[in-house]
């Protein structure tokens, strides 16, 4: 298959698209306009390989889409193009109406003119939309996890973009006869992840002694998800012949944010005394920090129609994938010429 990944050098799309070169045939398009999460390094071991190509283009300029699907014709495409930072949307929402609803709809239209031209490798065109649990708003403590039922309730507009990109997938799948499937993932961690995000912003703060500020209480809950858990399971359906599917992807990893920065302080002090560093109490960094606007408390999601209906599960535990990532950043920080660790694999296949 020929495979348009679109945001293919950010975080998520960087792991897909190592696995796709590195554990199968298909040919990858990666569809992506380089903002400032972007990082082609991510895809520097795959970089060269003939069933690759980059296309440095902004999925919010139809007809550059219209002329990458009349040149390639792809069979699948993977929507991991998305403005996604919390913080950044309360303070500028415009950009993340402009990325995640104009620019889903731009591709929705792209795949229609696509399908209309009834090409052979149009017949098995298949649209799978990546989106997050965020649309579903946050839980109670004690409630039970979101399955894919649940109500949209979007608290911020990251959050607000993502579901109405969500409705626009499912409407141009009905009203236009678009194959389609939507996933909605928890959150994501690993390497190569970009450092506005919750754990490599600790980490990388940490390293370099600054404070760690912890939203309100610090008890917010997240169900984390190792990003090659999450790449297995977009393989999974990009493999099967699907159409008006819609799977939740999570781990049953509940964790504090609290949590969270607590145990990746303690890995920093392991990996100092393994290292020789001078041993220091990176839990004196975290101070509290006014809550932010609109802080959903917990977030939890049902992976189990995944589970039943693909045989997927999570491999990766919290703790040992949280350690071989601060490990990760850790060796980006001092240079693995200086460290007694190796850098651990991001291939969904070795984790």
């Known amino acids: 298959m020929t495979v348009f990944v679109t945001g293919g050098a950010g975080f998520i799309g960087s792991a897909l698209i190592r696995s796709l070169i590195e554990n199968s045939q298909h040919h990858v398009v990666n569809i992506d306009k380089l903002s400032y999460a972007s990082n082609l390094k991510a895809l520097d071991s795959i970089a060269s390989s003939e069933r690759y190509v980059f296309e440095k283009t902004d999925i919010c300029d139809l007809p550059k889409l219209h002329a990458l699907f009349a040149k390639y014709r792809p069979t699948r495409l993977i929507n991991l193009a998305a403005e996604s930072h919390v913080d950044r949307s309360i303070d500028g929402p415009e950009i993340f109406i402009q990325s995640n609803i104009v620019g889903t709809f731009n591709l929705l239209e792209a795949s229609r003119t696509y399908i209309e031209q009834s090409t052979e490798s149009a017949k098995y065109f298949k649209f799978h939309h990546i989106s997050t649990d965020e649309v579903y708003g946050d839980l109670e403590q004690g409630e039970p996890p979101f399955s894919e039922t649940a109500s949209f309730r979007p608290s911020s507009p990251y959050a607000a973009s993502k579901a109405s990109a969500d409705h626009l997938v499912r409407a141009w799948g009905r009203t236009y006869n678009i194959p389609y499937v939507i996933s909605n993932c928890s959150n994501n961690y690993g390497p190569w992840q970009c450092e506005e995000k919750l754990i490599p912003h600790f980490i990388m703060r940490a390293l370099n002694r600054e404070p760690l500020p912890v939203y309100g209480d610090g008890e917010q809950i997240?169900?984390?998800?190792?990003?090659?858990?999450?790449?297995?399971?977009?393989?999974?359906?990009?493999?099967?012949?699907?159409?008006?599917?819609?799977?939740?992807?999570?781990?049953?990893?509940?964790?504090?944010?609290?949590q969270v920065i607590e145990l990746l302080?303690?890995?920093?002090?392991?990996?100092?005394?393994?290292?020789?560093?001078?041993?220091?109490?990176?839990?004196?960094?975290?101070?509290?920090?006014?809550?932010?606007?609109?802080?959903?408390?917990?977030?939890?999601?049902?992976?189990?129609?995944?589970?039943?209906?693909?045989?997927?599960?999570?491999?990766?535990?919290?703790?040992?994938?949280?350690?071989?990532?601060?490990?990760?950043?850790?060796?980006?920080?001092?240079?693995?010429?200086?460290?007694?660790?190796?850098?651990?694999?991001t291939s969904s296949q070795e984790v």
Not at 231 to 253: F, Q, S, T
């Open 265 to 345: 302080c303690c890995y920093l002090s392991q990996l100092d005394k393994e290292n020789g560093r001078e041993n220091f109490k990176y839990q004196s960094l975290i101070t509290q920090v006014e809550d932010r606007a609109g802080h959903d408390r917990r977030y939890a999601i049902d992976p189990s129609k995944l589970q039943n209906e693909l045989n997927w599960k999570a491999k990766v535990e919290f703790e040992s994938g949280l350690k071989q990532t601060v490990e990760w950043y850790y060796l980006q920080y001092y240079g693995s010429e200086n460290s007694s660790h190796s850098l651990p694999s």
């Open 222 to 258: 997240r169900d984390w998800l190792h990003v090659s858990d999450h790449v297995a399971a977009i393989l999974l359906m990009l493999d099967k012949p699907l159409a008006d599917k819609h799977y939740n992807i999570g781990a049953n990893n509940e964790r504090t944010n609290r």
